[in-house]
């Protein structure tokens, strides 16, 4: 079954204590991506990846880290999570290039006390 | 840059009924394509319906269509005899055609089906 799923679900943390998110697909697809949704702001790209070791940053990078080293993987990566990343984080994979659907993992509830 | 704007934050219908949904959205590009998003509470992000910019007829699917505008920018989602399992917060997404994959979100409408 095509999958992308995403750990942990649900997590609650403190200030300043790092935390990762991790991604993982089983599709071979070669473009994931990271979005956080914010109520009355919809969804907004955080960084993506074209191919392994291809990394770039979207619209809200500030305070997050990523890495590609295989494919099916995209952790992200907050090293010191403020308040203001408390959101609900999505990743989503695409074949790419001019295929245009795109899947997207189960969601995570981060909050930052 | 790319921006879509959803005006209707909230809507609510009676079951059966048929009501649409309004997107507008702001591009130099030629090509690309449009999209409808449904989060329903479990939260997953589920696709509704697609409309590539270069096709004229407008996209059908089973009871959700839509009404694309390519002039006046506009693409606006129909739900025909609306069932309690539409309620959703439903997003509407454009993507430029080649390169990041990126989807740029509206702010959502909140749909409510009245039994």
């Known amino acids: 079954e095509a999958q992308v799923t995403q750990n942990p679900r649900y997590l609650i943390t403190v200030t300043g204590k790092k935390l990762t998110v991790t991604c993982s697909q089983n599709m071979n697809h070669e473009y994931m991506s990271w979005y956080r949704q914010d109520p009355g702001l919809g969804l907004r790209q955080i960084y993506y990846?074209?191919?392994?070791?291809?990394?770039d940053k979207g619209d809200v990078p500030e305070g997050y880290k990523v890495s590609r080293k295989e494919k099916r993987n995209f952790p992200l990566i907050l090293e010191s999570p403020s308040p203001n990343q408390t959101s609900l984080y999505f990743c989503?994979?695409?074949?790419?290039?001019?295929?245009?659907?795109?899947?997207f993992g189960p969601g995570t509830r981060l909050t930052v006390t | 840059a790319q921006t879509v704007t959803q005006s209707q934050p909230e809507m609510s219908v009676q079951e059966a009924e048929t009501v649409t949904l309004s997107c507008t959205y702001d591009t130099s590009e030629n090509n690309y394509y449009l999209f409808w998003y449904k989060q329903p509470p479990s939260r997953q992000m589920i696709l509704v319906i697609r409309q590539e910019a270069y096709k004229q007829q407008n996209a059908t699917e089973n009871r959700f269509s839509v009404n694309f505008q390519k002039a006046a920018k506009s693409f606006s989602l129909k739900i025909s005899d609306s069932q309690l399992g539409d309620t959703a917060m439903y997003f509407c997404?454009?993507?430029?055609?080649?390169?990041?994959?990126?989807?740029?979100f509206g702010t959502g409408t909140r749909l409510t089906i009245i039994p």
């Open positions: 989503a994979t695409a074949v790419g290039g001019l295929f245009y659907e795109q899947y």
């Open positions: 990846s074209m191919n392994v070791e291809v990394t």
């Open positions: 997404a454009f993507k430029v055609g080649f390169g990041n994959e990126k989807l740029t």
